[in-house]
């Protein structure tokens, strides 16, 4: 008997099943427990929208950096002033800790993620962080269970044993304690799949147009419906892209939203930018950060052609593998992606697992090892982070990067070793 087949035989007995996944439920919830411990002990520190920054002094957390792009766009005296460094600076101390001198501030919102955020803004901060937090962490759940429970089959065991492990991860920890975007994304990555996957063009294109609000993360998808002539969802996408800017304009005025890239480069050249998981990375830490920005740039026509080369010869066929490798090419050529963004990387994860269950990885451990290596690196993901997060920022993004290295190194070689059937 062959060893993988022994392995299968092993994994399949109702005994070590139960066990194993008992096992998985303890230390899942314990480490949740932990690692959510020390984000609200992190949270009564100081105050609640500040943290420890890179520089060593306190910091600013995101998600006042969006809302106060909202709150200044609500107020026809300030609106022309969003991106106004001593504005924002005022407005922001006042806002969350009046007797603090805080550490570098940059507003990092998008002219066309601000009309969300002036929804927010209608509320006091605490209340409005509160929302948000529950908004895009519901939108990320819901998003999930269509795939997996709708789509998949997942009985809802296995999905809440999932979420619960995607929840240990660094990527949410963090993104849920500074207030960053990560769970919106992932809500809107699943639900454009699943859109996709049960051929809705016009919510697929929905779901990718608000993926948009982070454009450099949706360009290659955008470009990959271009790939297969699915115009209904390409173009619903860029429609709804276009319309969202046309909004900042009428409501922020061109002279504000123009002013956005060069608010963007300024920002780029910050300290905290340095620490990426994407290429660019490697040239962050060999080179000085405006010729880095340029390179990095100069990475995505590599990263796009690699999309279309892809879809053209995969896309008909193996939709899921052409998707995955979609996301990690959007992933390191980008000319930006931050750690808390790998939260996205579920939604391979989903599309690989099949239910919990190890007896489908060792089955393709002898006959697909390419795929079967892809799937475990992909679950053990969230326990890297922690793995590569316990050093400095700079060596984290270095780690990260080579991980998604391997990721994409798996998936080109799994798309070689021929198709399997889809789930």
């Not at 919102?109 to 929302?131: E, H, K, M, N, R």
């Amino acid at each position: 008997m062959k060893v993988s087949e022994s392995l299968i035989n092993w994994a399949e007995t109702e005994k070590v099943k139960r066990l194993a996944v008992f096992g998985a439920w303890c230390l899942i919830i314990m480490w949740d427990i932990c690692v959510y411990g020390l984000v609200v002990l992190s949270a009564l520190g100081d105050n609640l929208f500040t943290y420890a920054g890179f520089t060593g002094k306190s910091q600013i957390t995101d998600f006042p950096r969006f809302y106060i792009c909202g709150f200044m766009a609500n107020h026809a005296d300030l609106k022309h002033l969003v991106y106004d460094l001593p504005t924002q600076m005022r407005v922001i101390t006042d806002l969350v800790h009046p007797k603090m001198e805080v550490g570098n501030f940059n507003v990092i919102s998008t002219p066309y993620i601000i009309p969300l955020f002036q929804l927010f803004a209608l509320l006091p901060l605490g209340p409005a962080f509160a929302v948000f937090t529950l908004t895009g962490v519901s939108l990320a759940f819901a998003g999930m269970y269509f795939v997996l429970c709708k789509l998949k089959n997942w009985k809802v065991s296995s999905f809440i044993l999932f979420v619960l492990y995607l929840l240990g991860s660094v990527p949410a920890a963090h993104g849920l304690r500074i207030g960053q975007f990560s769970f919106f994304l992932l809500g809107f990555f699943f639900l454009y799949y699943f859109a996709r996957k049960t051929n809705r063009p016009i919510w697929a294109g929905l779901a990718l147009g608000l993926i948009g609000l982070k454009p450099h993360i949706a360009a290659l998808f955008i470009i990959a419906e271009l790939v297969q002539r699915r115009w209904r969802t390409a173009f619903t996408a860029i429609f709804l892209i276009l319309g969202l800017f046309a909004i900042s304009i009428a409501n922020l005025g061109w002279e504000t939203v123009s002013s956005y890239p060069k608010v963007a480069y300024a920002i780029s050249s910050t300290p905290e930018m340095r620490s990426i998981v994407c290429l660019k990375m490697i040239f962050n830490v060999t080179m000085p950060i405006d010729l880095a920005l340029k390179v990095g740039a100069a990475l995505f026509p590599i990263g796009a052609l690699a999309t279309i080369l892809i879809w053209r010869k995969y896309g008909p066929t193996r939709f899921d593998d052409a998707f995955t490798a979609t996301m990690l090419l959007m992933i390191l050529f980008t000319p930006y992606m931050p750690s808390y963004d790998m939260l996205i990387l579920a939604l391979p994860a989903a599309i690989y697992l099949q239910q919990i269950s190890l007896s489908p990885i060792l089955s393709d451990l002898e006959q697909r090892p390419a795929r079967a290596f892809l799937t475990l690196t992909l679950i053990a993901y969230p326990a890297l982070t922690w793995f590569c997060g316990i050093t400095t920022p700079e060596t984290t993004g270095l780690l990260l990067m080579a991980v998604n290295v391997v990721l994409l190194v798996l998936c080109v070689l799994n798309l070689k070793s021929g198709p399997v059937a889809e789930t």
